[in-house]
């Protein structure tokens, strides 16, 4: 995991554990498609031999709306993501969000008393059980 990646990670896990909505700047390198996305965060994880991904449902602008996109849940590759911000607006839990569903090792769904800081450096934290594998 990247600096950057974890300073994410650590940022967005406060939204996800307050269920405030995030707003981000998002490079899509897939159809080179640049734009801020509005999304209820729900976890970041990975698959295997993929990058870290942030599952989220995005709520797209009525911009959006009228370009065609709709909402849905929506995988944000967190090194494409950048000038995160966390809204006041809160969500509830979507009835359809299984968090076990889509195959993705869990990373963030933990509350921040649950990280620890990483060996030196009180800037990056990871969980107490990563901590130990390391």
């Known amino acids: 995991m990247t600096p950057q990646e974890q300073e994410l990670v650590n940022f967005?896990?406060?939204?996800?554990?307050?269920?405030?909505?995030?707003?981000?700047?998002?490079?899509?390198?897939?159809?080179?498609?640049k734009d801020w996305r509005v999304?209820?965060?729900?976890?970041?994880?990975?698959f295997p031999k993929k990058f870290l991904q942030l599952s989220a449902w995005s709520v797209p602008t009525m911009?959006?709306?009228?370009?065609?996109?709709?909402e849905s849940w929506?995988?944000?590759?967190?090194?494409?993501?950048?000038?995160?911000?966390?809204?006041?607006?809160?969500?509830?839990?979507?009835?359809?969000?299984?968090?076990?569903?889509?195959?993705?090792?869990?990373?963030?769904v933990l509350s921040r008393s649950e990280f620890v800081p990483w060996c030196c450096n009180e800037n990056i934290y990871v969980t107490k059980a990563q901590r130990n594998q390391l």
């Open 12 to 33: 967005i896990s406060q939204a996800i554990e307050s269920k405030s909505l995030i707003r981000f700047w998002y490079e899509n390198t897939t159809t080179a498609h």
């Open 63 to 70: 911009e959006q709306l009228y370009n065609g996109q709709k």
């Open 39 to 46: 999304a209820e965060p729900y976890l970041i994880g990975k």
């Open 74 to 108: 929506k995988a944000y590759i967190l090194r494409n993501i950048s000038h995160v911000q966390i809204l006041e607006q809160k969500f509830q839990q979507r009835s359809d969000y299984d968090p076990t569903g889509n195959g993705m090792a869990r990373l963030s």
